[in-house]
């Protein structure tokens, strides 16, 4: 409650100071500012506002009265909104519109870094709400695999089958969750979206797409290669972007009174097929020739390899292209009972791990500690998304240190022909990397080398280099820490 105070002191103090509602015609914001159309910018006191505890400066830029407030600027939004109440003409549509910072719309440079700042940014906030149900899942499904190696519970087991379905729905089900959030932000219909995630997660396409025989099927003449989307964010961050302008359109050329049935249902299945029938071609073909790519740099220098996956293996991971590695790692321990390239996996989840931990041990802002010691904790249980976008990727700092020392872990790795032995890793996998029938020799000790230097090297960056609470911009007013 305290928080929720401070920020509607915040909004108290700036509505005072800017001329107050009735000096406003309307409010957006963007992913740092407040931007007001102002009736009459000279009623509004520039230096009280910017001397305000959380208002970092003031600007003023195409006709918009710009407030920088920082990374806490949806919660200050809402806090002016709840004072103020909805203006004539603020609609979702204009509140999510992605408003581009003057300084980075004079070069082709700053366009393209802004672009993907606005995606990274749609997709850390999609995943804000369930940060702490993906991390408190990664430690149980830590400690699940832990229970495993132990020998404590048994796969076929009912106690592990009951478990493992709690730590495993949430990122099973995951575009399902990700198509409501992130569709509350980009303006378009949430449950819509959300039954988009459902189609994408649909028992029998997942089933279809793990099947050499039955993932290359047609549509309607259309050739289409299926793919399990299951734990996957970047597709259903698409459909959420596009289904606010297929909707809009929907609506203009369909009658009101059957609008209700037929606007839903159409969106539905209009973006299903492009991410069936067009995404998912695409990423199939990209990841399978990275993993190809991979595996050719693996057969001719192992440390080579475990230098480029190291580097890449979690950017591929934000896009979905990973996928085509992973029934690499299967087939490997199935038929040949161990996988080279899953302990350099395992390498770039102690990397996020070690970067957030950095984060936590670092920063004094209290929300933000919370939230990096889960994400810490979970990545050292193999699961990576609470660190990816809880934190890293929103202090791209910390995110690029993590992958320098990924790349640098998985060098070390290649070099000591570290091996794994089970569909496990990081910190808390390290039954899966003693050798079966024989127990404790030189490759668990490698693992010990490889995995702790790794998680040293990124701590060490980190603290150095990757953060800094000034990266915060205030995004916290006085007292909320």
Not at 199 to 227: C, D, M, R, W
Not at 239 to 251: C, P, Q, R, S, V
Request: glycine share 8%; proline share 3%.
């Amino acid at each position: 409650m305290k928080k929720t105070t401070n920020y509607q002191q915040l909004a108290q103090a700036i509505l005072k100071n800017i001329g107050g509602k009735e000096n406003i015609n309307n409010l957006i914001h963007c992913i740092t500012r407040l931007r007001f159309y102002l009736k009459d910018e000279s009623l509004a006191n520039d230096e009280a506002i910017k001397q305000l505890s959380g208002v970092i400066n003031v600007q003023k830029a195409g006709g918009q009265y710009q407030v920088v407030i920082g990374q806490a600027v949806t919660e200050v939004y809402d806090a002016v909104i709840a004072l103020t109440g909805p203006f004539e003409n603020d609609s979702a549509e204009q509140k999510t519109q992605p408003v581009q910072d003057d300084h980075e719309s004079k070069s082709m440079i700053g366009t393209v870094k802004y672009f993907f700042s606005q995606l990274i940014g749609v997709m850390t906030g999609a995943m804000i709400p369930v940060i702490g149900l993906l991390a408190g899942a990664g430690i149980l499904k830590g400690i699940l695999a832990a229970c495993l190696g132990f020998h404590l519970l048994t796969i076929n087991s009912g106690s592990y089958l009951i478990l493992n379905s709690i730590g495993d729905a949430i990122f099973f089900f995951l575009p399902i969750i990700l198509g409501f959030t992130a569709a509350k932000k980009l303006g378009s219909n949430p449950v819509n979206i959300a039954v988009v995630g459902a189609v994408l997660t649909y028992p029998n396409i997942i089933k279809a797409a793990s099947q050499v025989a039955t993932a290359h099927i047609s549509f309607f003449g259309i050739p289409t290669t299926l793919v399990s989307y299951t734990a996957s964010v970047f597709p259903i961050i698409i459909a959420a972007w596009l289904g606010k302008y297929i909707e809009h359109f929907l609506n203009r050329v369909i009658p009101s009174y059957i609008r209700s049935i037929f606007v839903p249902i159409l969106e539905v299945l209009i973006l299903s097929l492009i991410i069936l029938v067009g995404i998912g071609p695409v990423i199939t073909l990209l990841s399978k020739g990275l993993a190809d790519l991979f595996i050719t740099i693996y057969n001719f220098n192992p440390a080579l390899s475990g230098l480029v996956i190291g580097l890449f293996y979690q950017t591929m991971v934000i896009f979905g292209l990973h996928w085509g590695l992973i029934p690499i790692v299967i087939n490997d321990i199935a038929t040949n009972g161990h996988s080279y390239l899953n302990a350099i996996l395992s390498i770039t989840m102690v990397a996020q791990g070690g970067a957030v931990l950095a984060v936590f041990l670092k920063t004094k802002n209290k929300h933000l500690k919370e939230i990096s010691l889960a994400a810490a904790i979970s990545a050292f249980c193999g699961v990576t998304e609470p660190a990816l976008y809880g934190v890293n990727l929103k202090y791209k700092r910390v995110f690029i240190t993590a992958s320098i020392a990924s790349g640098v872990g998985g060098l070390i790795t290649g070099l000591l022909h570290v091996n794994n032995y089970a569909l496990s890793g990081s910190l808390i996998g390290f039954p899966a990397f003693i050798t079966p029938n024989v127990g404790i020799n030189q490759n668990f000790y490698n693992y010990l080398i490889s995995h702790y230097s790794t998680l040293l090297i990124a701590l060490i960056l980190t603290l150095l280099w990757g953060y800094s609470d000034r990266y915060l911009k205030a995004n916290t007013i006085e007292g909320s820490k």
